[in-house]
């Protein structure tokens, strides 16, 4: 008779797979986008408790949707920052909308540092924990730790084959502006010599935006597979998850006030946009990240759903939703340092002053600039915070159990950030859609002409604004913590 170690996750596979023909005859019967994956949602987790010990098969479904996804974003970071910034016509607007992206998602940390200080400390987070240090545990996360001159130097690509093998954003990102910068300068008097450049750029846009529509249509069957691992490895997981509840419920619980309740007031204040529409329209986004528990892994969904669907220009949207996964992240580099910090300064009795307090949420704040595009992003800004505050780093051994529960929706809470940032400097930059936005008509492909004819023929017609048409399918309502895209997500710490 067949062991039952072989027969789970054979089964497992097959209800899944019946799962994913369910999920195909919806979507025939054209049931919509969301639907399909709260519906997957729903699924996964049913098979993540009835299959638990089981899900091999399963959890390599999964990652073969997030390491396809994550091959994606390099290009598609490349390309859009090339083709939106080739597009502004001047290195000043670029310079406008550089300084206040970096502004609001600064603004969207300090806000997540704040608020967890304030929760974590109102309901005395570690106190009355006894904890068991093991010396030197803390060693091997201590070397997590990179010299000041070595993260300033992984700022700039010295090799950009290697940033691209790698899917470093910053290297990327810097190697792009390099690029359309450079654009911008030689073509000052309208060029025609570089006009057939441009239009390469734009055609190349365009077709890996359509890839990008093929790969967001099999994300309700990823969300199913990836769900059910992360559902299997948090029951699993259930002892240290008791343990530690109050600590997982603080994280979870700020991560969504910060998602929802805070943006949703800076959205409102600062974007003048209903907030109920805007989640509504950044849903799938959302879900995608909470599942793959990846910000830079949900660019391909977060850039189409702020140009189409939210009215946020591509020159903005492809600018600030990348750099958003680099600096700010309030779940990875804001909201779980402090926990963290705050729950070993209660449970070693630790005495702290406000002023000590105001040093920690700047260092938290310092360290989430410092470590921009390093992979491991909430272990590594924890390891840092606590180093830099004196505190010890073998607290963080003891909460790494539950780190990758807590992930997901701090993960969620980045990309939720970005979007957020993207669309309050759309708005203040007087270039939001409110008709794309509302609704009302779909976004006006962007004209591959230089700015500074666009910008003439808008004196006589009026303004038009410029969105590129991303070869996504109309019908579609698109919307690491941060986990280390090279490696298998059933295998990940959160970062």
């Given at each position: 008779m067949p062991d039952s170690a072989v027969l789970l996750p054979i089964a497992a596979l097959t209800v899944t797979l019946v799962a994913f023909v369910g999920i195909a005859l919806l979507r025939r019967r054209g049931a919509g986008f969301t639907s399909l994956v709260l519906i997957a949602l729903g699924v996964g987790i049913g098979i993540g408790i009835g299959f638990?010990?089981?899900?091999?098969?399963?959890?390599?479904?999964?990652?073969?949707?997030?390491?396809?996804?994550?091959?994606?974003?390099?290009?598609?970071?490349?390309?859009?920052?090339?083709?939106?910034?080739?597009?502004l016509g001047s290195a000043v607007k670029l310079r406008t909308i550089g300084l206040s992206s970096a502004f609001?998602?600064?603004?969207?940390?300090?806000?997540?540092?704040?608020?967890?200080?304030?929760?974590?400390?109102s309901v005395g987070?570690?106190?009355?924990?006894?904890?068991?240090?093991?010396?030197?545990?803390?060693?091997?996360?201590?070397?997590?730790?990179?010299?000041?001159?070595?993260?300033?130097?992984?700022?700039?690509?010295?090799?950009?084959?290697?940033?691209?093998?790698?899917?470093?954003?910053?290297?990327?990102?810097?190697?792009?502006?390099?690029?359309?910068?450079?654009?911008?300068?030689?073509?000052?008097?309208?060029?025609?010599?570089?006009?057939?450049?441009k239009s390469m750029i734009d055609g190349t846009k365009k077709v890996i935006m359509t890839a990008v529509g093929f790969i967001i249509e099999l994300t309700p069957y990823a969300v199913l597979a990836l769900v059910a691992t992360t559902t299997?490895?948090?029951?699993?997981?259930?002892?240290?998850?008791?343990?530690?509840?109050?600590?997982?419920?603080l994280a979870l619980g700020i991560a969504f006030i910060?998602?929802?309740?805070?943006?949703?007031?800076?959205?409102?204040?600062?974007?003048?946009?209903?907030?109920?529409?805007?989640?509504?329209?950044?849903?799938?986004?959302?879900?995608?990240?909470?599942?793959?528990?990846?910000?830079?892994?949900?660019?391909?969904?977060?850039?189409?759903t702020l140009t189409r669907k939210v009215?946020?220009?591509?020159?903005?949207?492809?600018?600030?939703?990348?750099?958003?996964?680099?600096?700010?992240?309030?779940?990875?580099?804001?909201?779980?340092?402090?926990?963290?910090?705050?729950?070993?300064?209660?449970?070693?009795?630790?005495?702290?002053?406000?002023?000590?307090?105001v040093t920690l949420a700047l260092v938290c704040l310092l360290v989430s600039i410092g470590t921009a595009g390093v992979p491991g992003t909430a272990i590594i800004t924890a390891t840092a915070v606590l180093s830099a505050s004196g505190l010890p780093i073998e607290v963080l051994v003891v909460l790494i159990p539950i780190s990758a529960v807590a992930g997901t929706a701090s993960?969620?809470?980045?990309?939720?950030?970005?979007?957020?940032?993207?669309?309050?400097?759309?708005?203040?930059?007087?270039?939001?859609?409110?008709?794309?936005?509302?609704?009302?008509?779909?976004?006006?492909?962007?004209?591959?002409e230089p700015a500074s004819r666009r910008e003439r023929r808008r004196a006589q017609t009026g303004p038009t604004p410029v969105v590129s048409d991303l070869g996504i399918p109309a019908d579609l309502p698109l919307g690491q913590c941060e986990l280390p895209a090279a490696r298998p997500i059933h295998e990940r710490v959160s970062r």
């Open positions: 638990r010990d089981g899900l091999e098969y399963v959890a390599v479904l999964g990652d073969l949707y997030v390491q396809v996804i994550t091959a994606i974003v390099a290009p598609l970071i490349f390309i859009s920052i090339l083709s939106s910034v080739t597009s609001w998602l600064l603004l969207t940390n300090a806000i997540a540092i704040v608020l967890t200080l304030a929760i974590a400390l987070l570690g106190q009355g924990v006894q904890l068991d240090l093991q010396e030197g545990s803390g060693d091997t996360l201590t070397g997590l730790i990179k010299p000041l001159d070595e993260v300033l130097l992984g700022l700039f690509p010295s090799n950009i084959a290697g940033d691209f093998v790698g899917n470093n954003i910053t290297g990327i990102i810097l190697f792009a502006l390099l690029f359309a910068v450079a654009y911008l300068v030689a073509n000052r008097t309208d060029d025609p010599n570089l006009r057939s450049f299997a490895t948090a029951v699993t997981r259930i002892e240290t998850v008791l343990a530690l509840a109050l600590v997982l419920v910060d998602a929802y309740v805070v943006n949703g007031v800076l959205l409102r204040v600062f974007a003048d946009v209903n907030p109920i529409r805007w989640f509504r329209l950044l849903t799938p986004a959302q879900y995608t990240a909470f599942t793959t528990q990846s910000s830079v892994g949900t660019l391909p969904l977060t850039i189409p009215g946020v220009p591509e020159d903005v949207a492809a600018f600030t939703a990348p750099i958003g996964t680099t600096i700010g992240m309030p779940g990875c580099a804001g909201i779980w340092p402090i926990i963290v910090a705050v729950f070993s300064i209660n449970a070693l009795g630790i005495e702290y002053s406000v002023w000590d307090y993960t969620m809470a980045n990309v939720t950030a970005a979007a957020t940032a993207a669309t309050i400097v759309a708005r203040r930059l007087g270039v939001l859609d409110d008709a794309v936005f509302r609704g009302e008509r779909p976004p006006i492909e962007a004209s591959a």
